[in-house]
């Protein structure tokens, strides 16, 4: 079993930035991909960016040259580093974890953390 809990989140203005983390305990060794997910209102959730356990990224592109994505492994964290923000990147944002087993994948999601960016 693993556990994911974000913070981060808050109220900030076009332009500022803003840093999310993830906190993974449980059955961490086991970990595989890390991602952040968002949802704004309204609309389905979408993946953001992905990292590997080997520290490989991938950035949907509305987010690229913006967002950064990485692990602290060590410390069983995950980040977002959410640098020029739009009005648009308001959501609520969510940690996600894949976890390889002999049977299958189990899928683990954080309770989100909300994101506003005000114009």
């Known amino acids: 079993q693993v556990q994911l809990v974000e913070s981060g989140g808050g109220l900030v203005q076009a332009g500022e930035s803003l840093r999310l983390s993830c906190a993974a305990s449980g059955s961490v060794a086991s970990i595989n991909a890390m991602a952040w997910y968002r949802q704004a209102p309204g609309k389905q959730r979408e993946s953001v960016a992905t990292i590997t356990s080997g520290g490989t990224t991938n950035y949907a592109d509305s987010v690229k040259g913006r967002f950064t994505i990485s692990r602290d492994n060590a410390k069983n964290t995950l980040y977002l580093q959410m640098n020029s923000l739009k009005p648009e990147d308001t959501a609520v944002y969510y940690c996600?974890?894949?976890?390889?087993?002999?049977?299958?994948?189990?899928?683990?999601w954080g309770q989100g953390t909300q994101v506003t960016v005000s114009s």
């Open positions: 996600n974890a894949d976890r390889l087993v002999g049977w299958g994948v189990a899928l683990y």
